[in-house]
């Protein structure tokens, strides 16, 4: 349900809310958040709320380290793990500059600027996100090992996938603050799980799967377990992918679809730094499931970009090589650009490589161009891209590759 600032001011009042935490995000994706009583939230939606900044990586030094949070009103949602008494809400915030001007590294103002660029563009894209992520046992302190949640392999049942009841309650709890799944099962790695979503607005998406991070690892702390969402684990063992899936509508009398993926692969290698953006990300590529090679194909997990058997609304083109560790807002403003420039140059889309990448002949594999092989790779390639630059504040790409020698 969507609330006016005035709904949601009545609303903390007759639920008698105790903490209202505003959320926001590093440039990284990691999230962060402020708790302020009740009585301040009207001044926080006339006003801003300020926080200091200099700690936060990209968002300014000590020197200008003032920063203003404005909560917007439509995100509101309770914690359910919250008690009855004693209530707290949370809402997704922009990030302003004293003067009100946006922050430039506030990345969910720039999924937002996308999502309106491609509207006066004529086209609307909806995303659905599917995020794997591994269950590991504690240690007697509390601390996270590397022993495996259980030993089920790909789709398996009680009782050898432990992890039901765990996704089950994610589930649930998700369906209480108003997040739809659309379905869970256990993955292929030992531990290993996944759980899916309905398409939805892009802006909407990329808060539900900070949200969804956040559950999980709350519901699996509850019940003694660790989560790691990292790009790979376990040595040998599958990574975690973040698969993201795009449509495109538009009311012209074309079908976009196929441009908007050609746009994709022509952009993918110039955005990987932003969609893999950590050193585990490149092992792994090229195993178990996982991409090497840009390219796509139908139905085919062997590749970059999968179209899924599905017609009418359902149809969807599936990016197979981001990874959790990537910032939702940057992965999903970067693919919609990339796909309204494949639209409005009309690209066309190269022939489909419906065969396995995994047992293909190393002369047929020539043919296609890799994924940057390292973070150093990725990075020279966005640093290069006037795709990129035209795109992405240069303060946001100096500080994914400062990492790196990237110069």
Not at 177 to 204: K, V, W
Not at 306 to 333: C, H, K, M, Q, T
Not at 355 to 371: S, T
Request: net charge negative; charged share 25%; with cysteine.
């Amino acid at each position: 349900m969507k609330y006016s600032k005035e709904e949601v001011i009545q609303y903390i009042r007759e639920e008698q809310v105790a903490f209202i935490h505003l959320a926001f995000c590093d440039v990284f994706g990691r999230q962060k958040n402020i708790a302020i009583l009740p009585e301040e939230l009207p001044r926080a939606f006339s006003d801003g709320i300020a926080f200091d900044a200099s700690a936060i990586p990209g968002f300014g030094g000590e020197v200008r380290s003032d920063l203003f949070l404005h909560p917007e009103a439509d995100t509101l949602m309770a914690l359910p793990w919250r008690p009855e008494q004693g209530k707290v809400v949370r809402m997704f915030s922009s990030v302003t500059y004293p003067d009100g001007t946006p922050f430039a590294c506030d990345t969910r103002r720039l999924l937002q600027k996308a999502v309106e660029d491609a509207a006066q563009a004529g086209y609307r894209f909806s995303v659905g996100a599917e995020q794997e992520f591994y269950l590991f046992e504690l240690d007697e302190q509390g601390r996270p090992t590397r022993r495996p949640y259980d030993e089920a392999g790909y789709m398996d049942a009680a009782p050898e996938d432990r992890g039901e009841a765990i996704r089950r309650e994610i589930c649930l709890t998700l369906a209480q603050m108003g997040i739809r799944p659309e379905s869970a099962h256990h993955e292929e790695g030992p531990g290993q799980n996944e759980i899916d979503f309905r398409y939805s607005d892009p802006l909407t998406a990329a808060d539900n799967t900070m949200t969804f991070q956040t559950i999980v690892k709350t519901v699996a702390r509850r019940n003694g377990i660790a989560v790691d969402f990292g790009p790979k684990p376990l040595a040998g063992k599958p990574g975690n992918g973040f698969h993201i899936n795009l449509s495109v509508q538009t009311k012209e009398d074309w079908d976009p679809f196929p441009a908007m993926i050609a746009g994709i692969l022509r952009r993918v290698g110039e955005m990987t730094a932003f969609l893999n953006p950590t050193e585990d990300s490149y092992r792994r590529f090229g195993a178990q499931k996982a991409p090497r090679y840009i390219c796509w194909s139908r139905e085919n997990r062997s590749q970059l970009v999968r179209i899924p058997a599905a017609v009418g609304e359902y149809r969807r083109a599936e990016v197979r090589s981001p990874d959790p560790a990537a910032n939702p807002y940057l992965a999903f403003a970067l693919m919609i650009y990339a796909g309204l420039e494949g639209i409005g140059q009309r690209l066309t889309l190269p022939d489909p490589a419906d065969f396995n990448l995994y047992q293909a002949d190393p002369a047929v594999l020539e043919r296609f161009p890799k994924l940057p092989e390292n973070l150093s790779y990725a990075c020279r390639a966005a640093a290069s891209s006037p795709f990129i630059q035209s795109h992405l504040p240069a303060a946001i790409l100096d500080i994914y590759c400062s990492r790196t020698n990237v110069r």
